[in-house]
């Protein structure tokens, strides 16, 4: 029987242990993007092509018809200005349009998109937030993902050919991360901690996010592809639990053994303070997170020890 095809766009974080998760479920998986840490730790079988995303034309042919394409591609990220917006919108936007229209004409399977659930829905007062909550972004990167997202339902309300799904994914961490990139609270804090280094912290301790472990994204993203049977839809993807700072903090003190300093720094952007999600309709699929915060961060001082 002929594999599935999986088009994986960013060879980054999310996107190489998608990657590797895919290969392992007996997926023909083609990553795209540029060279990164991440590459060199892909399966031997995974075929990498490198490429600048914001050339379409230039890796078109590598999206095979009735495939699956997951974007999991971040050209800027939170902490990017207003006065950042003219160069996003002249290079990730276009490119994005012209993505989807050649995914569009190649009839692939589905479109996975992940999108930012720490971003899209701004600051709320809502415990747990549900996919039907106002999109109201507080940053352009916020901005731009609402903007795809409803690009790509427009997309699809035009055409027959076109389906997509969107993952508003949380708080991602734990697996492999570069070292060397300022990337995910729950990594920088322990290393940190495992360095004797203070903390800068530019949020208070009482913010509380929604982390997820990078094993249940995996398993979550899985189940969506394999279950979702509308033509469009959007998912919540999180533990579907706040948590605080000042926990994470503690936990990590516990599982390091060591006290962390830290030092407070005042917030140059808008702040989102809570930001936990409402997980029923992945629940309804059948998943179940396995790690509570606490062996999520466990495991991962003792990957980073």
Not at 122 to 149: A, C
Not at 217 to 234: C, M, P, W, Y
Not at 244 to 255: F, N, R
Not at 285 to 303: A, C, H, T, W
Request: hydrophobic share 40%; charged share 20%; with cysteine.
């Amino acid at each position: 029987m002929k594999k599935e095809t999986y088009v994986i766009l960013g060879c980054g974080y999310l996107g190489y242990h998608l990657a590797n998760y895919f290969h392992d479920e007996n997926k023909d998986v083609r990553i795209i993007g540029k060279s990164s840490y991440y590459v060199d730790k892909l399966h031997p079988s995974i075929t990498f092509y490198e490429a600048n995303l914001f050339n379409v034309e230039d890796y078109e042919d590598v999206i095979p018809a009735n495939s699956i394409v997951i974007h999991a591609v971040n050209h800027i990220n939170s902490t990017n200005s207003f006065i950042d917006l003219e160069y996003d919108l002249q290079s990730n936007y276009t490119s994005f349009i012209k993505l989807i229209n050649v995914c569009e004409r190649k009839e692939v399977r589905k479109f996975v998109f992940i999108s930012s659930a720490g971003t899209v829905y701004g600051d709320t007062q809502v415990s747990l937030i549900q996919e039907s909550h106002p999109l109201r972004p507080v940053n352009i990167y916020g901005l731009q993902k609402v903007y795809f997202e409803n690009l790509l339902r427009i997309k699809m309300l035009e055409s027959n050919e076109f389906h997509y799904v969107v993952l508003r994914v949380s708080n991602p961490y734990g697996g492999q991360q570069d070292p060397l990139k300022k990337q995910g609270i729950i990594p920088i804090m322990i290393n940190k901690a495992l360095s004797g280094e203070a903390i800068e912290l530019w949020v208070s301790q009482n913010t509380v996010r929604d982390f997820i472990f990078i094993n249940d994204f995996l398993k979550a993203t899985d189940l969506i592809i394999k279950k979702t049977k509308s033509r469009g839809d959007e998912f919540n993807v999180g533990s579907g639990q706040g948590n605080s700072l000042a926990k994470a903090i503690d936990l990590i003190e516990e599982a390091t053994g060591r006290k962390i300093e830290v030092v407070h720094k005042a917030a140059c952007t808008a702040t989102i303070h809570s930001n936990a999600l409402n997980i029923s309709k992945i629940r309804e699929m059948g998943f179940i997170p396995r790690y509570s915060l606490k062996e999520g961060i466990d495991q991962l001082v003792n990957q980073m020890a």
